[in-house]
């Protein structure tokens, strides 16, 4: 999931590779778990959609932050990917902005 990465001021980073793509088929509104991603300075996240059926099938994904899995510390978001309505790839810019 992780691996050093040299930054463009000749910095060496940690980053997180996360992959997005759910496991099972989503038929109604889901939300994921959290992931803890240690010491990691950076993610780099990628979204999978294999298929999509329907009538109006879509797929809207949004990564949020929380310094406690929201108990105290309100969820906030950090990223999201275009709306998905078909089969695609997609990555997402790399991202440092997210609570420890």
Not at 55 to 74: E, F, I, K, M, R
């Amino acid at each position: 999931m992780a691996d050093d990465k040299l930054t463009d001021s000749g910095r060496i980073e940690r980053a997180a590779d996360v992959d997005l793509s759910p496991a099972a088929a989503i038929t109604a509104t889901a939300v994921g778990t959290g992931l803890e991603t240690g010491d990691k300075g950076v993610l780099r996240l990628t979204q999978t959609v294999s298929a999509a059926s329907g009538t109006n099938p879509t797929l809207d994904t949004a990564v949020q932050t929380s310094a406690d899995n929201g108990v105290a510390d309100a969820w906030r978001t950090i990223a999201s990917f275009t709306q998905k309505t078909a089969a695609s790839t997609e990555a997402n810019p790399a991202h440092t902005e997210r609570d420890r």
